[in-house]
């Protein structure tokens, strides 16, 4: 019996399960980096959390915005008064919108003024005088 095309085809089946085995190892030793990477990737970002989790607790805490009644003219007459260093009335308030001065426009603005003391975002000085709470 010729055994030789039997150890010819094993020769076959050898070399192409070396070629498969080569690159196998050069596919793991890619996987490896990336794997290297993804982890050093890991654990900058876990570095990173723990100090902005840190920092955090370090930074001055700022109070929620105040949940104004649902009209344009509030947050304009907030801003107007953010920005006065005295105690405004509802004239000055109105002047501060540019809006017309009739006394019935006025009466709005006082009406508008009056309601933000009750929710705690203005301070009635004296009566119709406001300023932002302090």
Do not use: C
Request: glycine fraction near 2%.
């Amino acid at each position: 019996m010729n055994i030789q095309p039997l150890l010819d085809a094993l020769d076959l089946q050898e070399k192409a399960a070396h070629y498969v085995a080569d690159d196998l190892r050069v596919q793991i030793e890619e996987l490896h980096g990336r794997l290297r990477e993804t982890q050093t990737l890991l654990e900058h970002l876990a570095i990173t959390r723990k100090t902005v989790i840190a920092l955090a607790d370090r930074l001055p805490t700022h109070p929620s915005p105040p949940n104004l009644p649902d009209h344009p003219d509030h947050p304009r007459i907030l801003a107007v008064l953010n920005d006065a260093t005295n105690p405004l009335r509802a004239r000055d308030v109105r002047e501060a919108l540019d809006h017309e001065p009739p006394p019935k426009n006025i009466e709005g603005t006082r009406a508008k003024l009056k309601r933000l003391p009750k929710l705690d975002i203005l301070t009635e000085i004296d009566t119709g005088t406001f300023t932002t709470e302090q």
